[in-house]
Nanobody
Framework: QLQLVESGGGLVRAVGSLRPSCPAS????????MGWYRHAPGKQRELVAA???????NYADSVQGRFTITRDNAKNTVYLQMNSLKPEDPAVYYC?????????????WGQGTQVTVSS
């Protein structure tokens, strides 16, 4: 079992930056992929970014070039550097870990952190 707790969301002006983080606890010896999903009202849930245990990454087209996912395996923590935030980026951002088919399937989900972008 893994527990994921996001932090670092919040309110930011458009073109600003945020860096949510998500430490994993519990059975952390062999965490495979980790990632971030987001869900905005009226929209489908979207995989934002994923990173494998070896550092391979995958990004949604909508964030490519603006967001960067990294992980610190020693701390069992995944980060999402979000730059140049746009009005379409606000959502609840969920940290995810371990699952099935790369890069979309995950067994463990955090409780989410809200990201709001003001114009």
């Amino acid at each position: 079992q893994l527990q994921l707790v996001e932090s670092g969301g919040g309110l930011v002006r458009a073109v600003g930056s945020l860096r949510p983080s998500c430490p994993a606890s519990g059975s952390t010896l062999s965490i495979n992929a980790m990632g971030w999903y987001r869900h905005a009202p009226g929209k489908q849930r979207e995989l934002v970014a994923a990173i494998s245990s070896g550092g391979r990454t995958n990004y949604a087209d909508s964030v490519q070039g603006r967001f960067t996912i990294t992980r610190d395996n020693a701390k069992n923590t995944v980060y999402l550097q979000m730059n140049s935030l746009k009005p379409e980026d606000p959502a609840v951002y969920y940290c995810v870990a371990d699952g099935g088919t790369w890069p979309d399937e995950y067994d463990y989900w955090g409780q989410g952190t809200q990201v709001t972008v003001s114009s």
